[in-house]
């Protein structure tokens, strides 16, 4: 794909992050991998509606800007280490989808509760640890690069990423709608955890789509350990809505 086609790409889905109000300020970042090797990335401190093909910069693997006028965005180490560990990746994109984010916020992970979300963004959205910004953002979140292909991260929004803009951008997307539908569920009991014993059908039909840790060739974590009982807890526990059902048969007492 040639530059100016990416550049072009890069400015349509950063605009698409805003008018979908998934970033406000400043917030949110996008990368792509050229063929050369370097990397095209929005610059920072500018509104995602603002950003312009001849806006962008371009960056070496050392996260030195090479090209452009503008300053790169703090977190590109994030995106660096992401591109690092997966040469499949062609694209990160990171914004703040409201829904998403708020269970970030919370601490909780999302499990994929629908089967086709399973076949596209695997079994679980793994919480990232809240860490302070720079190096240890890029170490909190570099463990889940292989594994995943979108988690959210404590205090900090969603990363995607994937073999294209589009790709990565859609991905955010999807554990946005998951996010959304978990919490419109909550009061009303929250969505029910996927069957046990659904999962490796779908798992094989995400293999057969060529997504996934397996169909990489790494060998992916069995779905119990994926699942860990010591994760944080995803926002459908049963666990939750019986917490909200108390609190709301109590607050219905008073
Ligand atoms: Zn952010």
Request: with cysteine; charged share 10%.
């Given at each position: 794909m040639s530059e100016s086609t990416l550049r072009l790409q890069l400015v349509d889905t950063s605009r698409r992050l805003h008018s979908r109000g998934w970033?406000?300020?400043?917030?949110?970042?996008?990368?792509a991998r050229q063929s050369d090797g370097r990397f095209l990335a929005t610059p920072t401190?500018?509104?995602k509606a603002d950003v312009s093909a001849e806006s962008l910069v371009v960056v070496d693997e050392s996260g030195a800007v090479v090209g452009g006028r503008n300053r790169v965005f703090s977190e590109m180490g994030i995106h660096l280490a992401l591109f690092k560990a997966r040469p499949d990746v062609r694209a990160?994109?990171?914004?703040?989808?409201?829904?998403?984010?708020?269970?970030?916020?919370?601490?909780?992970?999302?499990?994929?509760?629908?089967p086709e979300a399973v076949v596209s963004l695997g079994p679980l959205v793994p919480l990232v640890p809240l860490s302070a910004p720079g190096p240890a953002a890029?170490?909190?979140?570099?463990?889940?690069?292989?594994?995943?292909?979108?988690?959210?991260?404590?205090?900090?929004?969603?990363?995607?990423?994937?073999?294209?803009?589009?790709?990565a951008y859609l991905r955010l997307e999807l554990v946005e709608h998951l996010a959304r539908i978990a919490l419109l569920a909550l009061p009303i009991g929250g969505v029910k955890p996927?069957?046990?014993?659904?999962?490796?059908?779908l798992l094989e039909a995400r293999r057969k789509a060529g997504l996934g840790p397996e169909a990489r060739g790494v060998k992916a974590a069995p779905v119990a350990a994926a699942r860990p009982a010591a994760a944080p807890p995803s926002v459908h526990s049963d666990q939750l809505a019986d917490i909200i059902r108390q609190e709301l048969s109590a607050a219905l007492r008073r």
């Open positions: 970033v406000a300020n400043h917030d949110g970042n996008l990368s401190a500018f509104s990160v994109v990171h914004a703040h989808p409201p829904h998403a984010t708020a269970l970030g916020a919370c601490g909780r992970s999302l499990e994929t509760f629908l890029v170490a909190a979140i570099a463990p889940f690069a292989i594994e995943y292909d979108a988690v959210l991260v404590a205090g900090n929004g969603v990363f995607a990423w994937g073999d294209s803009i589009e790709q996927l069957p046990a014993t659904m999962l490796p059908a």
